[in-house]
C-alpha cells in the first residue's frame, strides 16, 4: 500500500494552480472539469509519477471553518520535503511569499511555514538524515 493522492482545500483553483506550480515549482499532472470545478492535480517535477496533490475546491460548508482555525491555531495543512530549508525560504522570500514562521530548527528537521494564498499553512521541511 502506498499514499496516491492528497488533498489541499483551496478558494480558487486557478490561483492555487499558479502558486503551486509558479511559485512552488510543482507541474500540473491532471486537469478534468467537473461542473463548476475541476479536478485539478500537481505533482513534484521530481517524481512525476509520485504522490499527487489535488487542489480541492473549499466549498463544502464543514471546510473554511476547518481551515480557518487551522490558520488561527499555526497548523500547517500539509508538509512538503525540501533539500535546503533556507534555500527555498530565500527563494520564496525574494518571489513576494509570505511566512508564518522562519526557518526554525527542530532537532533532527529544519521547518519554515508559508501562506498559499488559498486559505493554507504550508509547511517546507529539511530533515538531516
Known sequence: MRINLTTVFV???DKALRFYTEVL???KKEEVPLGEHRWLTVVSPEQPDGTELLLEPDN???????K??????GIPAAQFAVDNVHAEYDRL???GVRFTQ???????????VLDDTCGNLIQLAQFHR
Open 60 to 66: 463544502h460548508r464543514a471546510v473554511k471553518p476547518y
Open 11 to 13: 478558494d480558487d483553483q
Open 102 to 112: 522562519e526557518p526554525t530548527a527542530l532537532g533532527p528537521v529544519t521547518v519554515t
Open 68 to 73: 480557518a482555525a487551522l490558520v488561527e491555531d
Open 25 to 27: 515549482g510543482f507541474v
Open 93 to 95: 522570500h525574494r518571489l
